[in-house]
């Protein structure tokens, strides 16, 4: 009976969506003040509706109802509560259910907190994310309905698999969720002021914070799916040029170059076209990742195959929303402006270049991932694209961009002087050129690589501090005061930029300086490497609720001294008859020591893997930098403004439109 | 016969001891460091056939094993990256090979990013050469100004 509810409710979902996608269009098409006012509360509506199917599922899934086939598939008896329910999820028609529940949580997010927003725009944003919300409900009602019976039921479900039975899961997928799908707001405004033919600063400064939001989220989502494969995998990778990671991935790139966009279309009124491209490319890169992950199209073009009609729908929606969008892009965007005047040599300028950058790496990723299969599909062979390819395209391309993010803040708007530039960035060249030849040096180990990622994070750690330094020398203030005379946004830039040199110094040092060894162990044996003892303590058995056990200890000493104790494990999932294994980390701030079981050799002995992993901590740490600086973007005080002042607000906002229309 | 039975347990209990006692060095699974580090080498750019999309230096499975140990017997023999790489690939394809080669199939895919790249450069410089030539900033109308003020508040 509950599964029947979430399917009538999403059936419902779908009506709503149908109705929230027409009419407040039309009306603001037509100026009809009712059709536009059915926007608000039909994305409530919609919420409703959509939260009961998802509570629906997860009751399902909580209380192991084994005839729903999804629940079947995807769970069993065994399975924790808590990964029970980060099972609905787990699968192709769940994760699409949650897609669907987080945009409806975007939408309503949109209709409540958009009183300053024009009463046409406001209609023409939420009609445009029910029109995506259509889509998608209608795609999962058609070819994947997680509410499907499975008649007779099955005894017990086939498990979640074991990979995905981790607290990672639990938050990982709705967190890279809220991002992808946080882009479709972005999205939403650009089809708005396409169909408006209203982008001018306002605009931008309703949609920035949406967009930073988004963004926030993506990248948090991102850094928390990473460290989830470094712990879990088992040997220590934190990324894989995956195409499930590259879906993820491309729309960070392009939104990335979004929010520099943006600001400049707010601030200067420029880029107003380019900033509506990157919009939409973000949010189709979004669609597309979605569904390369969930159809199964990776594993083989073949995958498409065995379901012809998922597929199908899945090319034309993405024909429909992509191309529609870029249409309209091309038939509309001449309406937008073009904007102020600026210089080959001005903050502008960087800025544009560096958003090219971002998109053409965002572009060679889509490349890389999409190749293998169109020379499947045209039977041209079957190819591998891998980490080598990726490298070797992603590192020429991004050294550039994090060059220019240390000259930009500094430039100049409209128009900036080299010489001066040049002049104001002498010391921060001088010293992360030397440290990036003397370090290595030091440490013993000098390639062009090391060089190049040291002197990029110390280019971008050096120019900050000039940037910084520049901005509170000028005043007589206080510090704290000198502090606060700038914006949140202003430190929110700079703490992301910090984010990026500590992320890029992570990356280079880990790559660097990592060193490992396999060795045979007994207990009591020891094995050695980068200065620590590592003493096998040996293995016991331990019996988890769906899995059994070989739970090993290390304990690691330096100098004699004990340092910290490694408990790697290896697991054996019952139901699957899957291997797992969990590694034992020790995370430090300047190294982390990470081992990991393999195999039971003969005579109790185990071979055993250790690795030293210096910094490999400061690549997620200069993730959540970034996503704190965004954080501190959004709680910028002309944000925060609106939310205490609304009813200023409105007025203000219906002001100019009323002598907008006076004037035509 | 009980002192019997404890001097028997305690040589029991010394016998099971010895090895923590002496903490013996740890074994390298692998003898030759020099053929491993190439194993790691090449494992890391070659591709468990059966595995989702797993290099075989990070995959599990007994095939990706059996793989590496066959690269180790050819690395032990002397043969350069490029030999083993070409004997796999004449067994496998060049599905096994995660770097792929530059052919007319794939020249696209080599040449793509940078002429993308290109492409970008290319747009870019007469984007700005564009706006470099329009006029001055037309300014802004009394009334116009006070839009955007108002606008902006």
Not at chain 1, 245 to 268: C, D, Q, Y
Request: aromatic content about 12%; some cysteine.
């Amino acid at each position: 009976m509950i599964p029947e509810i979430g399917h009538f409710s999403l059936i419902l979902a779908l009506l709503v969506a149908l109705v929230l996608g027409s009419f407040p269009i039309i009306g603001a098409a037509r100026g009809n003040a009712v059709w536009m006012g059915l926007a608000k509360p039909l994305a409530r509506v919609q919420f409703i509706l959509i939260a009961l199917a998802f509570l629906c599922l997860v009751y399902a899934f909580a209380f192991m109802d084994y005839s729903v086939l999804y629940v079947a598939n995807n769970s069993n008896s065994k399975l924790p509560l808590q990964f029970r329910i980060a099972a609905v999820w787990g699968g192709h028609e769940g994760s699409l259910l949650l897609w669907a529940l987080i945009l409806s949580i975007w939408t309503v997010a949109v209709s409540l907190f958009s009183k300053h927003i024009p009463d046409d725009m406001r209609a023409r944003i939420l009609g445009v994310m029910g029109l995506v919300s259509v889509g998608f409900l209608l795609f999962m009602l058609m070819v994947s309905n997680p509410f499907e019976r499975l008649i007779p039921a099955a005894l017990d479900g086939r498990d979640l698999n074991p990979l995905l039975q981790d607290p990672g899961m639990i938050f990982h997928p709705p967190m890279l969720y809220m991002g992808y799908v946080g882009f479709s707001v972005a999205f939403a405004f650009s089809i708005a002021a396409l169909l408006g033919g209203q982008l001018d600063a306002a605009w931008a400064r309703w949609s920035r914070p949406w967009t930073i939001l988004a963004w926030i989220f993506l990248t948090v989502g991102i850094m928390a799916g990473s460290n989830w494969a470094y712990y879990e995998l088992g040997w220590g990778g934190w990324w894989f040029w995956d195409a499930v990671e590259n879906a993820s991935f491309m729309p960070w790139l392009v939104g990335t170059a979004l929010i520099h966009s943006l600001a400049v279309t707010e601030k200067r009124g420029s880029f107003k076209a380019w900033t509506v491209l990157l919009a939409i490319c973000a949010f189709s890169l979004s669609l597309l990742g979605t569904f390369l992950v969930r159809s199964g199209v990776l594993t083989s073009v073949h995958a498409f195959a065995t379901d012809p009609r998922r597929g199908i729908f899945i090319l034309a929606f993405l024909v429909i929303v992509i191309g529609g969008s870029l249409l309209l892009f091309a038939w509309r965007a001449s309406t937008v402006g073009r904007g102020g005047k600026f210089d080959v040599i001005s903050r502008e300028s960087f800025l544009l270049a560096n958003n090219v950058l971002l998109a053409v790496a965002a572009l060679s990723v889509l490349l890389g991932t999409l190749y293998p299969l169109f020379l499947d599909a045209l039977n041209l062979g079957k190819i591998s694209v891998g980490p080598p390819y990726f490298d070797a395209v992603f590192a020429p391309l991004m050294a550039p961009a994090i060059f220019l993010m240390g000259v930009g803040p500094i430039a100049r708007w409209k128009e900036a002087a080299l010489p001066e530039l040049a002049l104001r960035l002498r010391w921060a060249f001088g010293i992360s050129l030397a440290t990036a030849v003397i370090l290595p040096l030091m440490l013993g180990n000098l390639t062009p690589m090391i060089g190049l990622g040291l002197f990029l994070a110390f280019w971008v750690f050096a120019s900050s501090a000039e940037l910084v330094y520049q901005r509170l020398a000028k005043s007589d203030l206080p510090l704290l005061g000198r502090i606060k005379a700038n914006s949140r946004a202003w430190w929110g830039m700079v703490i992301a930029h910090l984010g990026i040199a500590v992320f890029v110094l992570g990356v280079t040092i880990v790559k660097g300086f990592e060193s490992e060894i396999a060795v045979k162990m007994l207990p009591g044996d020891v094995a050695h490497l980068a200065g620590y003892d590592f003493t096998f303590d040996g293995v016991v058995d331990r019996i988890g609720p769906n899995y059994q056990a070989s739970h090993g200890q290390i304990h690691v000493t330096k100098n004699g001294v004990l340092r910290t104790i490694l408990e790697p494990e290896k697991r054996l999932y019952t139901v699957t008859n899957m291997p797992m294994t969990e590694a034992g980390i020790s995370p430090h701030l300047l190294h982390d020591l990470y081992a990991s079981l393999g195999e039971p050799l003969e005579g109790g002995a185990w071979s055993v893997r250790i690795y030293h992993k210096p910094m490999v901590e400061w690549i997620w740490f200069g993730c959540l930098m970034m996503a704190f600086g965004g954080f501190l973007a959004l709680a910028d005080k002309r944000y925060r403004l609106k939310r205490r002042a609304p009813s200023k607000e409105v007025k203000s906002s219906q002001q100019p439109k009323n002598s907008k229309k006076a004037k035509v | 016969m009980t002192s019997i039975r404890i001097i028997r347990l305690l040589a029991l209990l010394c016998a099971l001891q010895v090895p923590s006692l002496l903490a013996q060095e740890a074994q390298p699974l692998q003898p030759n460091a020099a053929v491993e580090v190439q194993v790691e080498r090449l494992s890391t750019q070659l591709r468990c056939l059966v595995c989702q999309n797993q290099t075989i230096a990070d995959s599990h499975a007994e095939l990706a094993q059996d793989l590496k140990q066959e690269i180790r017997e050819m690395a032990a023999k002397g043969m350069t990256d490029q030999a083993i790489i070409d004997y796999l690939v004449v067994r496998y394809g060049d599905f096994v090979r995660y770097k792929p080669p530059f052919n007319p199939a794939t020249s696209l895919l080599w040449l793509g990013p940078f002429g993308l790249l290109l492409a970008g450069a290319i747009g870019l410089f007469t984007m700005l050469r564009r706006r470099q030539k329009m006029t001055a900033d037309v300014p802004l109308t009394a009334d116009e100004a006070r839009q955007v003020s108002e606008l902006l508040k």
